[in-house]
């Protein structure tokens, strides 16, 4: 089974600075990985996939790098609706299908 | 508007069966895979089941292998789950979830969310 690893588990960061999200695979995953963003109450919502490309809407602040087994997610400049909880998620097609990493909090310092 | 709406959530007591749904529109729904992916309070996101466009491949998660049935029907634009002899591990909220990738069987991300229905399994 691969397992997905995030790192921290809580970011403390001042509005317009950088932020830089990790996560790591137990295996290989190729270039199958996702990030999303939920927000309390809400469901996630899709950021990045394929490790590097922004869903539709996103904002370019968000980028996604990595590929195999270290990726990361870099908010370049953080807004204050950019305070919420960020998954990644592998789907390389190997038992099980899907994993996620256990989350980071990204909060305001 | 792509939206995907769930229900079929409630308070059952341990061993007992309920049923999800999932109903979608603005998109073509038989182009896409779907699952669905799970929340227990506090915690963090459990992928549950995958199933592809025409219905014919499905797969799940160890946890609820052999207890758990996805299926669809492309003409009601619906989506359902079939739990049976739930615990109280499957305590959580539900969400569906539409793959970014047409008409494959392969796995990929999920762009549209719906915002989730509530299982409580409880004595």
């Known amino acids: 089974e691969i397992v997905m690893t995030q790192s921290p588990a809580t970011l403390s960061v001042s509005p317009g600075e950088r932020a830089t999200l990790s996560c790591r695979a137990s295996?290989?995953?190729?270039?199958?990985l996702a990030w999303y963003q939920q927000k309390p109450g809400q469901a996630p919502r899709l950021l990045i996939y394929g490790a590097s490309t922004r869903a539709t809407g996103i904002p370019a602040r968000f980028s996604g790098s990595g590929s195999g087994t270290e990726f990361t997610l870099t908010i370049s400049s953080l807004q204050s609706e950019d305070f919420a909880v960020y998954y990644c998620q592998q789907y390389e097609n190997r038992p099980p299908l899907y994993t996620f990493g256990q989350g980071t909090k990204l909060e305001i310092k | 508007e792509v939206q995907l709406v769930e229900s079929g959530g409630g308070v059952v007591r341990p061993g007992e069966s309920l049923r999800l749904s999932c109903v979608a529109s603005?998109?073509?729904?038989?182009?896409?895979?779907l699952s669905w992916v799970r929340q227990a309070p506090g915690k963090g996101l459990e992928w549950v089941a995958d199933i592809n466009w025409s219905g014919g491949t499905f797969n799940y998660a160890d946890s609820v292998k052999g207890r758990f049935t996805v299926s669809r029907d492309n003409a009601k634009n619906s989506l359902f789950l079939e739990m049976n002899g739930l615990g109280v591990e499957d305590t959580a909220l539900y969400y569906c979830a539409k793959k970014n990738l047409m008409t494959s069987v392969a796995p990929a991300a999920f762009d549209v969310w719906g915002q989730g229905t509530m299982v409580t399994v409880s004595s």
């Open positions: 295996q290989s995953v190729s270039s199958k």
């Open positions: 603005g998109f073509i729904f038989d182009d896409f895979g």
